[in-house]
């Protein structure tokens, strides 16, 4: 198969890419793919740089009415507090500074998880084991506390005041387990 | 050294074992993608952030044991030669991304190979591991209990939602790459990979070809790995790729049986024609070099050529690479050098089989 780009090398790099919900197949040899950013130093982890740009510029642009520059988009200026990344360099590099750009980008993320990942954005695989046990504890303690609210709706403080113990109990527990951790 | 010592050293224990339909997937890997949570990733971090990681490793898990992996060492980029760094990267041990980065860049091989971490590439932390022939879900299992004991010293970047966090947004979720490397000359002789290719991108996959700078698939061996790493579980991404390697391995039989049967003195025609050369030419560059090893694996599996270990495929693409050419005539060889070293070699290689 002839690489779409040049047309004259054959093309060994195949996907497909989803935007907007229509799919695209993608035909590039290996030069091509490098040239247009869709890999890096010839590992398979494509960056897909190019499809995320073209996301961006997508998005921001019928934000703002006159000036279409991104520079002027407000949500370009977002930084991450703890790498210092802005929102822009984000979308320049395509990579992530640290795990908190993740908490600090979260809300212009869904669109550029949904292109890459056909439409996914929530995760449904391995949870870490220790990283999970708080997540569990959590979660239980978020139940607690649903379950308490009822009980005091109800006025049935005796077993208001047993659930409010149990939660303090467990909340302990958390915040013992993140010290231990570090 | 001997060529067979060379070769002992040269080959990853692991690649020689039979695996499952190791006439057709050569081996089966999964890589895994992780971060220190509070770590900043490569891109923006600062030389100390990086030595920080690498220290972990070094303190916690060099020359430390896993199960069947033995006595992980820690080689740091900054220790090799260059020549070293390529040998490392056509082995697949490293990627070319790691071997740039000499300040912090390492990497944890077990004694026989099968695992490695790549340290303080695009993310910290890239796990992978490998079993002979088609063997995913062996090499799932066995790469997630991996990934619990280096996460028993190590606060991985973890979001409820988000999964594993990664450095690109490609590869969070699973941070998990599946793929096998395949040899498929019949498909490609009946010319039906450009009819399957699609087919095969349309289930979120990709296909690769793997070994050449340039542009095509060289000894016809390709990669089909997982698009995908956010929103499904490691078990259905590898469950999908699966199911789509074992209608690739039926095609390719049923290829290779109807050549045999349509054209059979054609074919072996062909796979003699480019035994002839392996085992005569003087001067081979590596694209020949390729496209014969495949022709003459093929004639192994289908028992045209008998007496010639079905393994050579393997060991010489990977062998009659330039990082292995050079470290085998212990000196820099200009390209015109290498064509004539790999004739060489390969020469000597068929010979060790009529001994
Ligand atoms: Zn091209
Ligand atoms: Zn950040």
């Known amino acids: 198969m002839e690489c779409q780009e040049c047309e004259k090398r054959s093309a060994t790099l195949h996907f497909t890419q989803v935007i907007n919900g229509h799919k695209t197949e993608v035909h590039l040899c290996e030069y091509c793919a490098q040239e247009k950013g869709y890999m890096n130093n010839g590992e398979h982890n494509f960056s897909l740089h190019s499809l995320l740009s073209g996301l961006f510029n997508f998005d921001s642009a019928p934000s703002l009415s006159g000036s279409q520059s991104t520079s002027y988009n407000p949500k370009n200026s977002l930084q991450c507090e703890k790498c210092e990344m802005t929102y822009h360099e984000f979308t320049k590099t395509g990579k992530f500074g640290c795990a908190n750009c993740y908490t600090t980008f979260n809300e212009h993320l869904h669109p550029i998880f949904r292109r890459v990942h056909s439409g996914n954005t929530k995760h449904d695989g391995k949870i870490p084991k220790r990283a999970g046990d708080a997540i569990h504890l959590r979660k239980t303690i978020n139940e607690h506390k649903v379950k308490l609210k009822e009980l005091i709706q109800n006025e049935e403080f005796e077993e208001a005041a047993k659930a409010r113990d149990q939660i303090r109990e467990l909340e302990k527990k958390l915040r013992n387990d993140r010290d231990g951790d570090s | ?355």
């Not at chain 2, 289908?302 to 050579?312: A, E």
């Open chain 2, 1 to 355: 050294m001997s060529l067979q010592n060379f070769i002992n050293e040269a080959i990853s224990p692991w690649l020689k074992e039979e695996g499952d339909d190791s006439d057709i997937v050569l081996s089966s890997r999964i890589r895994l993608a992780r971060n220190f949570m509070d770590i900043p990733f490569s891109i923006v971090a600062e030389e100390d952030d990086l030595q920080n990681v690498l220290d972990v490793f070094e303190d916690n898990f060099k020359h430390q044991s896993f199960g069947t992996y033995q006595d992980f060492e820690l080689v740091r980029m900054a220790e090799l030669e260059p020549v070293e760094k390529r040998v490392l990267v056509e082995k697949h041990l490293i990627s070319p991304n790691l071997a740039e980065n000499n300040s912090t860049g390492a990497v944890l091989i077990s004694q026989n190979e099968q695992v490695s971490v790549m340290i303080n590439e695009e993310d910290h932390i890239r796990i992978q591991l490998y079993y002979p022939g088609f063997q995913l879900e062996n090499a799932l299992e066995h790469a997630s209990t991996f990934d619990d004991w280096l996460e028993e010293k190590i606060n991985y970047a973890f979001d409820e939602n988000r999964g594993y966090l990664t450095s690109c947004p490609t590869n969070v979720g699973t941070g998990m790459r599946a793929s096998v490397m395949m040899h498929l000359p019949a498909l490609v002789i009946t010319q039906q990979m450009n009819r399957i290719v699609p087919a095969i991108n349309q289930l979120g996959l990709v296909v690769r070809g793997i070994y050449g700078e340039g542009s095509e698939a060289l000894g016809n061996i390709f990669q089909i790995s997982n698009q995908i790493t956010l929103g499904k579980s490691e078990k259905d991404i590898v469950e999908d790729l699966k199911s789509v390697v074992q209608q690739l391995i039926e095609q390719e039989r049923n290829a290779r049986n109807r050549i045999l049967n349509d054209s059979g003195i054609e074919l072996e025609d062909k796979v003699f024609r480019s035994y002839g050369v392996l085992a005569h030419s003087r001067i081979i560059q590596s694209k020949e070099a390729s496209k014969c090893l495949s022709d003459v694996r093929l004639g192994i599996d289908l028992g045209l050529i008998q007496n010639v270990s079905n393994t050579i495929l393997n060991e010489l693409m990977v062998l009659t690479q330039p990082g292995f050419l050079q470290q085998y005539a212990k000196k820099i060889l200009s390209p015109e050098e290498r064509d004539v070293r790999r004739a060489t070699l390969i020469r000597e290689r068929l010979n060790l089989e009529k001994e």
